[in-house]
């Protein structure tokens, strides 16, 4: 099986910044892709950002400019930079990885999620 843990989650007033990070371990072969999903309060789960093996990456329009999606494949980690944050960002953010067990088997996983809140 393989586990996500997301870390750096918090309160944060408008204007300022987080910074998220995720660590993949347990039976890994490959890591495909991972990234960044949010769920607003009362409202369905969102993309944020995704980082492929080969470091492409893709942002929601409303994170981009602010938001900076880094990976170290070596580690099997994940973060995300979040600057000049602001109210509406304020969600439950989850870590995901695309995760190839073995040489013919991949899964999508999930981490538990990370709460940020963004207020004065």
């Known amino acids: 099986q393989v586990q996500l843990v997301e870390s750096g989650g918090g309160l944060v007033q408008p204007g300022g910044s987080l910074r998220l990070s995720c660590a993949a371990s347990?039976?890994?072969?490959?890591?495909?892709?991972m990234g960044w999903y949010r769920q607003p309060p009362g409202k369905p789960r969102e993309v944020v950002a995704t980082?492929?093996?080969?470091?492409?990456?893709d942002y929601a329009d409303s994170v981009k400019g602010r938001f900076t999606v880094s990976r170290d494949n070596a580690m099997s980690t994940v973060h995300l930079q979040m600057d000049s944050l602001n109210p509406d960002d304020t969600a439950v953010y989850y870590c995901s990885a695309r995760v190839y067990t073995n040489r013919s088997h991949w899964d999508d996983y999930w981490g538990p999620g990370a709460q940020v809140t963004v207020a004065s």
């Open positions: 347990g039976t890994i072969f490959h890591v495909v892709a």
């Open positions: 980082v492929t093996r080969g470091g492409s990456v």
